[in-house]
């Protein structure tokens, strides 16, 4: 389903919100991610548990593969790098909102990157609207580093990772 058909449970308003996302890896010659520092007023003075995956909402009409690469070019102002891509599964983040999320092994120019924007009212009840980066920096670093930044959720996508990484013979099943 992940694939290839709409997620019909964007159909109910009522359920969960559900993002997608997609982690970049490389050996260099340790394991490290790329992930990014969460973007706006709300998360500018933070940094552990305010880093994600490039990742976004979808909805009815789209797949989550198809989000998730649409996501990343969004985020990042690149397309996904041509690679395998390796599905690690759907985690809940404390909001209730639930996240799919796919790695890839390749390298990405950092000085490449172009930060997507979104737009919020702020400070909020001033009617003022103000332009925010979604992801204010991305950097390359460890599973360790990165298991200290990322939003607590989003840190078993790091776990299934390594685990496919440890048994690349396996035959590729979604993680439960």
């Known amino acids: 389903m992940l694939e290839s058909q709409p997620d019909p449970a964007c159909e109910n308003p009522g359920m969960a ?36 995956i490039p990742k976004g909402e979808y909805g009815p009409d789209e797949t989550p593969l198809r989000a998730a690469r649409r996501e990343f070019a969004e985020e990042l102002g690149l397309p996904v790098p041509d690679a395998e891509l390796i599905e690690l599964g759907t985690v809940t ?21 172009v930060l997507g924007t979104f737009e919020l009212e702020w400070p909020r009840g001033s009617g003022r609207i103000q332009r925010f980066p979604e992801l204010d920096r991305v950097e390359w670093c460890t599973s360790e580093q990165a298991g200290d930044r990322l939003i607590a959720s989003q840190r078993q996508f790091l776990d299934r990772l390594a685990d496919h990484l440890l048994r690349p013979h396996r035959a590729a099943e979604p993680p439960r």
Request: net charge positive.
């Open 17 to 52: 919100k559900r993002s997608a996302g997609i982690l970049l890896f490389r050996r260099q010659p340790e394991l490290q991610v790329l992930i990014g520092h969460l973007g706006g007023p709300l998360w500018s003075r933070r940094d552990s548990a305010a880093w994600s």
């Open 93 to 113: 983040q404390s909001g209730g909102k639930q996240v799919t999320a796919w790695a890839a092994e390749a390298d990405l120019d950092l000085d490449r990157v």
